[in-house]
């Protein structure tokens, strides 16, 4: 019997989320849990347009974290009369 314990050995055996340079997918649950919305919002943001980007794999919806972050960032103001269009936002 042989201890595996090399970094390749037990990304094997971690789930495909978990190697490294995996896309990091969340359903619908988890990417309203990560912008703490409702699931609702993002059911509508789907037929109406304006939300974040997503994965539609057969009949399942996945959201990559990546593209909830780029939502996110696209959605900073800087006063609550910003409409988003050329504004400068400090980094």
């Known amino acids: ?8 050995a037990l990304l094997v055996h971690q789930e495909p989320q978990a190697r490294k340079g995996a896309r990091r997918l969340l359903d619908t649950k988890g ?6 919305c409702s699931t609702f919002l993002l059911e509508k943001l789907r037929i109406t347009g304006g939300g974040p980007v997503f994965i539609k794999i057969s009949n399942s919806v996945r959201y990559d974290v990546r593209d ?3 939502y996110l960032d696209s ?3 800087t006063s609550t009369s910003d409409t988003g269009a050329g504004a400068f936002v400090a980094a």
């Open 1 to 8: 019997m042989t201890t595996e314990t090399s970094a390749e």
């Open 31 to 36: 990417a309203a849990e990560y912008l703490d």
């Open 68 to 70: 909830l972050e780029a």
């Open 75 to 77: 959605r900073r103001r």
